[in-house]
């Protein structure tokens, strides 16, 4: 009795979506990537700066309603100093503009990472297609 043995041909399938990937495209790739990190960092970074202005605009609001000899406690570094109103207040102030100057040069750095990775992601959506997604799930 003879059995058959079917033989198999070795085809190759091949997706028509399969792309090529450069090592150029690949560095834009990684490049791309972490600037998405830099920026979910810068974010986290804006809030916690957002949040100290909040702050430091409340404690202004707030001692309006102290009195002009009350001794007030303003933490610098790990210490708290006393002060009069007009010494705190300035003070206070003085930590204000420097947390908006803090904010906008986040916001800038931001602005920067932002625009280069719009033009990777440019350049890659070009490149890919639909073989790509760099949008964020957010």
């Known amino acids: 009795m003879a059995a058959k043995v079917a033989s ?27 600037h998405n990190a830099r920026m979910d960092d810068l974010k986290v ?3 916690v700066k957002k ?3 909040k702050c430091v605009e409340e404690a202004l609001d707030e001692i309006e309603l102290f009195d002009e000899e009350e001794d007030i406690p303003f933490l610098i570094g790990e210490v708290f100093l006393l002060h009069k109103l007009s010494k705190t207040q300035q003070l206070l102030a003085e930590t204000k503009e420097q947390v908006l100057k803090e ?21 890659l959506y070009q490149r890919f297609g639909s073989n790509i997604s760099l949008e964020n799930d957010d």
């Open 45 to 47: 970074e804006l809030d």
């Open 103 to 123: 904010i906008a040069s986040v916001e800038a750095k931001a602005k920067g990472i932002k625009s280069e990775m719009d033009e990777l992601k440019a350049h």
């Open 51 to 53: 949040n100290e202005l």
């Open 8 to 34: 198999s041909t070795n085809k190759v399938f091949q997706n028509h979506d399969d792309v090529h990937i450069s090592f150029e495209d690949q560095q834009r790739i990684n490049r791309f990537a972490k």
